[in-house]
């Protein structure tokens, strides 16, 4: 069982920074793959970035290249997504995701809202 709990959301308007993090509780933080998810109001949810167990690769959606940067700590269980040049639409709450890279059992944490103001 692993337990995520995200954190630095919030409002912030167009063109400005945002860091979240995540923090792992549970089982060992670097046998997992760590991504982050984002669902807006009405839309499902999609991805947004993931990071491999080392850190030496990275994955981003199209819409976030260049603006987003995801990053982990595996002596502080914790992935971050640094957002930088922020827009309206990246409005949602955004979800940690774990991915245990055998079994490819997935974990979920409780989602942190993001909203971005014109």
């Known amino acids: 069982q692993v337990q995520l709990v995200e954190s630095g959301g919030g409002l912030v308007q167009a063109g400005g920074s945002l860091r979240l993090s995540c923090a792992a509780f549970g089982r060992t933080f670097s046998s997992y793959t760590m991504g982050w998810f984002r669902q807006a109001p009405g839309k499902e949810r999609e991805f947004v970035a993931t990071i491999r167990r080392s850190g030496g690769s990275t994955d981003y959606a199209d819409s976030v290249k260049g603006r987003f940067t995801i990053s982990r700590d595996n002596a502080k269980n914790t992935v971050y997504l640094q957002m930088n040049s922020l827009k309206p639409e990246d409005t949602a709450v955004y979800y940690c995701?774990?991915?245990?890279?055998?079994?490819?059992?997935?974990?979920w944490g409780q989602g942190t809202q993001v909203t971005v103001s014109p």
């Open positions: 995701n774990a991915e245990h890279h055998i079994t490819s059992r997935k974990y």
